[in-house]
């Protein structure tokens, strides 16, 4: 709520919130004095319409029509409230972090000052205050049913494509079988209950015509589900598609893309993304929910004053709202909390640091309660073991980081590959098509093999999985030749019939997965990239697990063995090397180290495993980063050109601030705005000459001496609410910037004083400023543009967009390929 | 005073003394029902500003309630946990001439062991332990409500919107065509890519003071939307700008 008791004018307009500018308490206060001193302007006012007056008219009423009231700044200020519109930003712009901050402090400012003067502004204050922990509670509160959501409704349409209960539509086959007591030993996920499609359709499970109706149904259904989701996307909200985190990594740095956390994404992306993940097809829901919390952090800002209208405070909000979205993904609070600072977040202050804490252990307990999986944990594979591990295990654990960093590259770079040819050809004309070709390539290979035939999760967690003596799948068919008096600890066993089996068929799943996913990440429906990276890790960290087991039975006097793994002991865990291998593959993906590794150890549970992870995850970094410079998600990044300045890497090049700015040696001059000479009529023209987000604003044309800095959107809006409402504002107004218009002479068009949307404090630096630091400047302030003088003179302007592209030039790629500014 | 005098004053505004003081100081008579006028205006002004903050704190509550509504379920269904939502399930292998079996039971947690689970029990006398001993037991719980509800609601949405969806694409322009006839359609189709300068100014100044009823602010705000998806889709399937 934004009451001010400011001014009896307050009740007018404070809902405008707070004042833009530079004035400070101490002014406010006599401001209110000074205008009660006005009677004319009472007069005008109290004799309009009956409509409670905009701040506008208010303003106008007074500074223009009414004569000899300029003469305390103090108070122009005051009454120059904002112009509905002013200060806000185009869709694909960049925020001024500069700005906005300084805006926040202002008003925080402001609300600290009143607080001491009435009850009412003092709890006001406080819960102003309180607002950003109450968002965080209502960010967690709303992220984690929404994944709640996704995964009961998720685990219960991947098993529609099989079969169907006729205990009640809605259980899945898990929750089907739940309390049958027809469940067997040897077939234990079959139950009377349960009712496959063959059973339904032709009334028998048995034979090679159920095997082809079952087939025949589970293509339909994904089919079916993958055209849904493809058209939902396409007709209700095409900013659905795809994982989202490059966007939200850009929103985040500061670039504005209207609509991209808005109600209806958040709405097609929960219910596109059950569809996309049971449709069977290589991809997760875990990058998609990121995108989800964020929106719902978005959509949540805007009960909130404070964050509904300071673009740097909302992202702020955006970075815990992704920690809670990791956090709900993998039930993984703290690693949530590093994802966003170590992959996602640009700017990410301590206070931040606490509430994402906050958000995401509120996301996580909410869905714990929600409790989705029926096995009280927030994932599907939640692991525990706690079988030690052999120092010499290393060696293989680093061969797996090895194989990780090359499938990273290897998927980034024929990822990239194919979605620029998306991009470019004909090939991005028929999103629908490429949806539905990919789902029955998928289907239709998945389905002869039963581990691709599972949903993803179920797989992952079938390889982390350690063997008991109780389970019944195939790669746990080991033969028992031991001593069966001793129960508990399991030794090494020799595979059985099963587990080759299994290997076969895991490996051909490896295959199709790898060959899969590059043509899966990117298509327009939501996709996450974690699970099959996981998944194709996982398979490969399990088939080296349970060869190294082997090797370790059948030669356990060889030297390297004799010492720890003695006959009879248990010492190789295949589940860990599937778990090892899961966080190489998304270490070379993504790139991330220590979110990653606290990732997978919550997803475990066990402390002694960190030391494999990490050496895993930083071996796939180095030979990720040997082959390729960039992550999945900045490589899309730069795919699409969005400006994002990448923080993390260092600029080299002895060039200087006067090599980059605009204009060029033989372009035309700089197009700047005088302080006290232009009309109307000229800036109109200029406007619509020029495509430039901002002017400067110099004393006169001769000495070029800076003014100030004005934006493009707030100088039209201005013009145009100018005039609109305010008598007398023709082409030949002329247009004032300075603290003090002079006197009108009679018979002459009225003045248009626009100080207020006037940026006073732009940055400036000297044209023989090294661009090292000038980058530096942009990254760390988060600037937009930056003002470049010689000697004082105002000499041309450095624009993100100029950086960005400087850098591109700099490392030898295309700078056109950098598209907004 | 004047002020107390005035119902529709608004009750807490802080610097209203300075106005008090002030304002006698320049009142003759005249400006006595100017004055009123003013702040009857004021009044209407801070009413309607304290509707639009009742408005904002109610859906801020509205949005809360629904999350603590979430919960409260969530809660509810636990405490309703019906005799289906819990049961203790026992692996056994096999054992001796006993083949594998798994007994699954509506039981407390405290007794979920394999004595109170395997019933009948297979074995008899001292084989019980060493056959109890190899049984692994796990209780699990589970809200079938939650999950009623979960596929309920996420199908009825569904529904909702490929209704909406096969409306949209299918009926609409169907009946456009009947109701305007085939030109209109066309038109309308170009003016969306829009980049006068001054056409945004105007989209704002225009919202912030449409005062129209509440079925024209649906329309408008329909039409909005749509122009919205329709921007995206272009710079998402035909530009290929984000997102690809």
Redesign the interface.
């Known amino acids: 709520?934004?009451?001010q008791?400011?001014?009896?004018?307050?009740?007018?307009m404070?809902?405008r919130g707070f004042h833009q500018g530079s004035f400070n308490s101490f002014q406010s206060?006599s401001s209110?004095?000074d205008?009660?001193?006005i009677?004319g302007t009472?007069?005008d006012?109290?004799m309009r319409d009956?409509?409670?007056?905009?701040d506008g008219e208010i303003e106008e009423s007074r500074s223009y029509n009414g004569g000899g009231i300029g003469s305390s700044n103090r108070m122009m200020d005051f009454l120059e409230e904002p112009i509905?519109?002013v200060g806000?930003y185009?869709d694909f712009n960049t925020i001024d972090w500069v700005r906005e901050k300084s805006r926040d402090r202002d008003r925080h400012r402001e609300i600290t000052n009143?607080s001491k003067?009435?009850?009412?502004?003092l709890i006001h204050s406080v819960s102003d205050a309180f607002s950003g922990w109450l968002l965080m509670l209502?960010i967690g509160?709303?992220s984690g049913?929404l994944a709640?959501?996704i995964d009961?409704?998720a685990h219960?349409m991947t098993d529609l494509k099989e079969g169907i209960c006729t205990l009640?539509?809605?259980?899945n086959h898990e929750?089907c079988c739940?309390?049958?007591?027809h469940?067997?030993?040897?077939n234990?996920d079959k139950c009377p209950e349960w009712n496959s499609w063959s059973q339904l359709i032709i009334s028998t499970n048995e034979g090679a015509f159920a095997y082809i109706v079952n087939y025949f149904m589970y293509v339909l259904w994904a089919l079916l589900f993958a055209f849904?989701a493809v058209?939902?996307v396409?007709?209700?909200?095409?900013?659905a598609?795809?994982s989202g985190i490059p966007?939200i990594k850009t929103i985040l740095s500061g670039f504005i893309?209207?609509?991209y956390l808005g109600k209806?994404t958040l709405?097609?992306k929960t219910?596109t993304l059950?569809l996309a993940v049971s449709s069977g097809l290589s991809l997760g829901k875990e990058g998609p929910l990121v995108h989800v919390a964020c929106c719902c952090g978005n959509i949540?800002c805007h009960?909130?004053n404070k964050y509904r209208k300071n673009e740097a405070k909302r992202r702020e909000v955006l970075s815990a709202a992704a920690a809670a979205g990791v956090s709900v993904a993998f039930g993984a609070p703290i690693g949530g909390v590093l994802f966003s600072l170590e992959e996602v977040s640009y700017y990410f202050p301590l206070k931040t640091l606490w509430r994402s804490f906050f958000a995401a252990l509120v996301a996580a307990f909410?869905l714990r309660?929600?409790?989705p999986f029926?096995?009280?944990r927030l994932v599907l594979f939640y692991v525990e073991f706690h079988t030690p591990w052999h120092l010499f295990e290393l060696v293989p654990f680093i061969l797996l980081g090895i194989f990780g960093g090359l499938w990273g590259a290897l998927f980034i770079r024929t990822n990239i590959a194919w979605?620029r040819k998306?991009?470019?050809t004909q090939l991005?004309k028929y999103?629908v098509v490429e949806v539905l070709v990919v789902t029955a390539i998928t289907a239709i290979l998945a389905f002869p093999n039963e581990y691709t035939r599972v949903s993803t999760s179920e797989l992952i967690s079938e390889l982390f999985n350690d063997c008991?003596?109780?389970d019944s799948s195939k790669l746990c068919d080991y033969e028992n030749r031991f001593n069966t008096s001793k129960?508990g600890e399991l030794p090494d066993r020799p595979a059985g019939v099963g587990v080759y089996s299994a290997m076969w068929q895991l490996a051909l799943t490896l295959i199709l997965k790898i060959v899969i996913t590059i043509f899966t990440f990117?298509m327009?429906i939501p996709s996450g990239l974690f699970i099959p990276s996981m998944a194709v890790g996982a398979i490969a960290g399990r088939l080296l697990g349970v060869g190294m087991e082997q090797l370790a039975y059948y030669h356990h006097d060889w030297a390297i063995f004799n010492s720890w793994c003695s006959q009879g002991a248990d010492c190789i865990t295949p589940g860990l090397y599937a778990m090892v291998g899961a966080a190489a593959c998304l270490g070379g993906v993504t790139r991330m180290t220590v979110s990653l590794v606290v990732i997978m150890f919550e997803l475990t549970g066990g402390l002694e495993y960190i030391v494999p992870l990490m050496a895993a995850a930083m071996t796939s970094k180095w030979v990720a980063d040997a082959l390729g410079r960039e992550g999945i998600y900045d490589a899309h990044i730069r795919?699409?050109?969005?400006p994002f300045l990448e923080a993390k890497e260092e600029f080299a090049h002895k060039t200087l601030a006067m090599d980059v700015m605009k204009p060029r040696r033989n372009d035309p001059l700089l197009t700047v705005l005088t302080q006290d000479s232009m009309t109307v009529e000229d800036v109109e023209t200029i406007?619509?000459e020029t495509t430039y987000s901002g002017f400067p604003v110099v004393v006169s044309r001769e000495s070029q001496r800076l003014v100030g800095f004005v934006l493009?959107?707030d100088l039209?809006?201005s013009?145009?609410?100018a005039r609109?409402k305010q008598d007398g504002v023709v082409s030949t107004s002329v247009i004032y910037f300075t603290e003090h218009s002079p006197p009108v002479p009679p018979y002459t068009p009225p003045t248009l004083k626009l100080r207020n949307i006037l940026d006073l404090s732009p940055f400036t630096v000297t044209d023989l400023t090294p661009m090292e630091i000038v980058v530096d400047i942009f990254r760390k302030l988060g600037l937009r543009q930056c003002l470049v003088t010689h000697n004082g003179r105002l000499l041309g302007i450095i624009t993100k967009k100029d950086v960005l592209k400087h850098i591109a030039q700099m490392a030898n790629q295309d700078p056109d390929s950098i598209?907004?500014n | 005073m004047l002020f107390v005098a005035d119902p529709a004053r608004p009750v807490t505004r802080g610097p209203r003394r300075k106005c008090g003081r002030r304002s006698p100081s320049r009142s003759p008579a005249g400006s006595w029902s100017r004055g009123l006028r003013l702040w009857r205006l004021l009044g209407l002004a801070a009413m309607a500003t304290l509707w639009a903050g009742l408005l904002r704190l109610a859906s801020m509550l509205s949005l809360s309630c629904l999350a603590l509504s979430v919960l409260l379920l969530v809660q509810l269904s636990d405490a309703a946990k019906n005799s289906e939502d819990v049961r203790c399930k026992c692996i056994c292998p096999p054992y001796k001439d006993n083949s594998g079996h798994i007994y699954n039971k509506n039981i407390s947690q405290k007794d979920c062991d394999c004595l109170h689970v395997v019933d009948p029990m297979p074995v008899r006398g001292p084989d019980v332990e060493a056959y109890c001993l190899r049984c692994e037991c796990k209780y699990e719980e589970r809200s079938s409500v939650t999950i009623k509800v979960t596929i309920i609601i996420y199908l009825s949405i569904l529904g909702l919107l490929l209704l909406y969806m096969v409306y949209l694409t299918l009926v609409e322009p169907i009946l456009k065509r009947r109701l305007f006839g085939h030109s209109q359609l066309i038109q309308s189709d170009d003016d969306v890519g829009d980049h006068q300068p001054f056409a945004n100014a105007h989209d704002v100044l225009a919202r912030s003071r449409s005062r129209a009823n509440v079925l024209n602010k649906v329309e408008y705000a329909q039409q909005r939307w749509k122009l919205q998806v329709q921007e995206q889709r272009k710079s998402v399937f035909d530009r290929h700008v984000v997102l690809s």
């Open positions: 709520m934004s009451r008791p400011v001014a009896p004018e307050g009740g007018a404070d809902h206060s209110d004095e205008l009660m001193d009677p009472a007069m006012f109290s009956d409509v409670p007056p905009l509905p519109g806000t185009d009143k003067e009435s009850t009412w502004a209502l509160l709303l049913s709640g959501l009961i409704s219960w009640g539509i809605w259980f929750h739940w309390n049958s007591n469940v067997t030993f040897e234990r849904l058209s939902l396409k007709v209700f909200a095409p900013y598609c795809g966007e893309i209207r609509g209806w709405m097609i219910i059950v949540l009960c909130f909410t309660s929600i409790n029926g096995n009280s979605c998306r991009k470019t991005g999103p008991g003596l109780l129960a990117g327009k795919l699409n050109g969005y406007i619509s493009r959107r039209i809006i013009i145009e609410n609109k598209l907004f």
